[in-house]
């Protein structure tokens, strides 16, 4: 299938991703892995929060909306999620989906043109790296770890590699 | 007598800026994957001599703000206050960033053929005053340093767009992104959720020109 160009097919493809992380989320509550209350509340509001986004890209995608979520990330996400064998891989898991999403904005800002969709994914990368911050204290990280100078684009996630259903 | 921080933000460059967010070139590949013929990678971004004066004027803005926020985080770390060690530290950590961020800016600026601005933004100081002047308590300067990662925060957000040199916008997100995980650790310290809403606004950001 040929994907969407332009503004419209980079937030439809954002968008298929955030679809993905909120799937991965609600696998990760199904498995009952995430136990204490700390890390249920966190883990739910990054799902909501995720949802939130892919609506807001999907109306921005219109007509080149994804019509779900990214196929080829879900796989990959269930497969980690099925191997994580406590809270703490779990939630070590959805830090590194979350460093990943901050990371796909940044790389997808380079190409946006329209002011609306810059402004769209620029008012969620840094919601990303809060999710991030969120995880990572309740796995006691390093601050070394947890706080880069500057975000990069090293952990995006591509379209080529996750092209949009 | 030359440091090796010293020597490290010396290097800083306009190059270096776009390398941060890799704005370039990463912004060519997704155009390629995505598809499309209108490839940016064809377009002149700078945005020419009116861009070029806008640019300068967001560089000396962000630098100016980078500045509030290491003295924000000296002036609490001064102040005795922070007695939690966990807590000073990530304060140490925070302004050693902000210090790069300004850096930063500041050879941006000159790169571009503006003159760098390196003192802090006076209209934001001003605001802030009554409370850094008046910090007795952890929590109250790790309040105050949650309000200006916010204003930072927003701020860059709200330069996405505005930069006559398109590439810019990726670096200074890779910038904007670092500042709402301060916000984040910070707003976590004083009990509050580390995201608390599903969008950043950019109601708290400063407008480019204010205060430098």
Redesign the interface.
């Known amino acids: 299938m040929?994907?969407?160009?332009?503004d419209a097919?980079?937030d439809a493809?954002a968008q298929s991703v955030e679809l993905a992380l909120a799937q991965a989320y609600q696998e990760l509550a199904s498995t009952g892995k995430v136990t204490t209350p700390a890390a249920v509340d966190?883990t739910t509001?990054?799902a909501?929060?995720h949802q939130?986004?892919a609506r807001?890209l999907g109306d921005a995608a219109g007509n080149s909306a994804a019509s779900g979520p990214n196929a080829k990330l879900v796989g990959r996400f269930r497969t980690l999620i099925r191997n994580a064998p406590d809270e703490s891989a779990a939630l070590e898991l959805a830090l590194g989906l979350e460093n990943k999403a901050?990371s796909t904005?940044?790389?997808?800002?380079?190409?946006l043109?329209a002011?609306e969709a810059?402004?769209l994914?620029?008012?969620?990368?840094?919601?990303e790296?809060?999710?991030?911050?969120?995880l990572a204290?309740l796995l006691g990280k390093d601050?070394?770890e947890?706080?880069?100078?500057?975000?990069?684009?090293d952990q995006?996630l591509?379209?080529?590699q996750f092209p949009v259903p | 007598m030359e440091t090796e921080l010293g020597r490290t933000l010396a290097r800083v460059t306009r190059r270096r800026f776009l390398q941060?967010?890799?704005?370039?070139s990463?912004?060519?590949?997704?155009?390629a994957?995505?598809?499309?013929?209108?490839s940016?990678a064809a377009k002149d971004t700078t945005g020419g001599a009116e861009g070029r004066r806008t640019d300068i004027r967001i560089m000396r803005t962000l630098s100016s703000l980078e500045v509030v926020a290491v003295v924000t985080y000296t002036t609490g770390l001064d102040s005795g206050a922070l007695t939690t060690p966990a807590v000073a530290?990530?304060a140490k950590?925070?302004r050693?960033?902000h210090q790069?961020?300004a850096a930063l800016f500041q050879g941006t600026t000159r790169d571009l053929r503006g003159t760098p601005f390196d003192e802090p933004n006076s209209a934001v100081l001003e605001r802030l005053q009554p409370e850094l002047g008046d910090l007795r308590d952890e929590t109250g300067v790790v309040s105050l340093a949650l309000d200006v990662e916010t204003i930072l925060?927003e701020t860059?957000?709200g330069t996405?767009?505005a930069f006559g040199d398109k590439?810019f916008?990726?670096a200074a997100?890779?910038?904007?992104?670092?500042?709402?995980?301060?916000?984040?650790?910070l707003a976590?310290i004083l009990g509050q959720?580390?995201?608390p809403?599903?969008?950043?606004?950019t109601q708290h950001a400063v407008q480019p020109g204010t205060g430098v």
């Open positions: 040929t994907q969407a160009s332009g097919g980079i493809f966190t509001t990054c909501t929060h939130e986004h807001a901050a904005y940044l790389f997808v800002l380079g190409s043109e002011p810059l402004q994914a620029a008012s969620i990368l840094p919601v790296s809060e999710h991030a911050v969120a204290e601050p070394r947890t706080f880069p100078t500057f975000e990069t684009q995006a591509k379209p080529d | 941060i967010g890799g704005a370039v990463m912004g060519a590949v997704l155009t994957c995505i598809g499309g013929g209108d940016k530290d990530l950590e925070f050693a960033h790069e961020h925060a860059y957000q996405v767009g590439s916008s990726v997100m890779s910038v904007g992104g670092a500042e709402a995980r301060h916000a984040a650790a976590r959720p580390a995201a809403a599903a969008f950043q606004g």
